[in-house]
């Protein structure tokens, strides 16, 4: 569903990216892994189409992304940037906006209002519905901005970081729900997590970025303590409980 292939991408002359390969289908759950500044975010921006890469093909469905109109591919893909800036709509009018690349018209259809409403009852919103975005909670504002993108019903979402500001309940809560769209609606889910473990427990494959490259991909036969201590150059050890992987640092004292 979604391929890359010999992705380059460089800022001017600073190098970011080189010959990543990805190749990842609708259902799946995919996250995107690293140390910070590897390039984890440089890599959603160009397949949500923000950045252009030096060279490489992006294609979803069999179609190099450079050739969906910009309405077309945001039909298609979903992002969730890393920073957002609040503005002085209402979280209905903010969700509604995630909306508009299916308008017909000018107008929103009822299909529209309603699509609104449920990703408002589904992200727990209800009672902030008509409050304005610049007085809202950093976790609440988080969780407005992840369920606009899944109101716009895309086939592939894009996440950067999207538990960031949120609470351990609200991160288990908001990576459900995602989860969830991807297994029942077969929604392409692609994530920039930090939390080794929470990635673990959502995801069906892992993504490790490291000097510009794809270090490792693959399903959970790819977590091990060597591949993870040489990405994020600490010792780690892998313990089970419950038959869930766990990813424990080794930390010495001096
Ligand atoms: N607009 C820009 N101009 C120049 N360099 C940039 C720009 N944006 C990012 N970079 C650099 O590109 C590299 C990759 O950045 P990127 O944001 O993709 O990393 P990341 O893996 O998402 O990091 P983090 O986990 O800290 O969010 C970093 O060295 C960063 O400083």
């Given at each position: 569903m979604l391929e890359v292939q010999g992705l380059n991408f460089a800022f001017k002359d600073f190098e970011v990216l080189k010959e990543i390969k990805l190749k990842v289908q609708k259902g799946q759950f995919v996250s995107i892994l690293g140390n910070n500044g590897a390039g984890k975010s440089t890599f959603l921006k160009c397949i949500a189409r923000i950045l252009k890469p030096q060279s490489g093909i992006i294609m979803i469905d069999g179609k190099?992304?450079?050739?969906?109109s910009s309405n077309d591919l945001a039909k298609v893909v979903g992002y969730v940037p890393q920073r957002y800036t609040s503005t002085r709509l209402t979280v209905f009018e903010s969700i509604l906006i995630g909306r508009k690349p299916h308008f017909a018209g000018i107008t929103p259809s009822k299909e529209d209002l309603q699509m609104v409403e449920s990703v408002i009852e589904k992200f727990g919103l209800k009672h902030l519905?008509?409050?304005?975005?610049?007085?809202?909670s950093g976790g609440e504002m988080q969780k407005v901005v992840i369920a606009r993108a899944v109101a716009q019903q895309p086939k592939i979402l894009l996440l950067d970081e999207?538990?960031?500001?949120?609470d351990l309940k609200n991160q288990i809560e908001v990576l459900s729900i995602l989860k969830k769209l991807s297994r029942e609606n077969e929604i392409l889910v692609i994530s920039v997590l930090h939390d080794l473990n929470l990635a673990i427990k959502f995801s069906d494959y892992f993504v490790f970025i490291k000097d510009k490259c794809v270090f490792a991909s693959g399903g959970r036969e790819i977590i091990s303590p060597e591949i993870i201590s040489n990405v994020y150059g600490i010792e780690v050890k892998i313990e089970t409980s419950d038959n869930q992987l766990f990813v424990v640092p080794v930390i010495r004292m001096i």
């Open positions: 190099d992304i450079s050739y969906y519905a008509f409050r304005y975005l610049d007085e809202l999207p538990i960031n500001n949120l």
